[in-house]
Nanobody
Framework: QVRLVESGGGLVQPGGSLRLTCAAS?????????VEWYRQAPGKEREFVAT?????STNYADSVKGRFTISRGNTKAYLQMNSLKPEDTALYYC?????????WGQGTQVTVSS
């Protein structure tokens, strides 16, 4: 069983930056997997943020393009978030797809407020 753990969330002022990390047990990041970040704000549906393939191809939600950058290494995945806005406030989740199997982390809270 793969266990995902997100970290790096916190309270930041508008315009600030945070770097989220997704760590996984085992060697799943070295295999043919797709890594994604999602977020869920209070009272809203969980929404897609960014994705990266094993080969490094990326895709982003329009709301974060130009501000967020997803990356991955052999043991972790990352979401660099710059120019943060209050509307980026949410619980951020890491998701890994390996074939038809999906793994989710427990989330890390990001709050953007002055």
């Amino acid at each position: 069983q793969v266990r995902l753990v997100e970290s790096g969330g916190g309270l930041v002022q508008p315009g600030g930056s945070l770097r989220l990390t997704c760590a996984a047990s085992g060697t799943i990041f070295t295999t043919d997997t797709m890594v994604e970040w999602y977020r869920q704000a209070p009272g809203k549906e969980r929404e897609f943020v960014a994705t990266i393939t094993r080969g490094g191809s990326t895709n982003y939600a329009d709301s974060v393009k130009g501000r967020f950058t997803i990356s991955r290494g052999n043991t972790k995945a990352y979401l660099q978030m710059n120019s943060l806005k209050p509307e980026d406030t949410a619980l951020y989740y890491c998701k890994i797809l390996k074939g038809i199997v999906v793994y989710w982390g427990q989330g890390t809270q990001v709050t953007v407020s002055s």
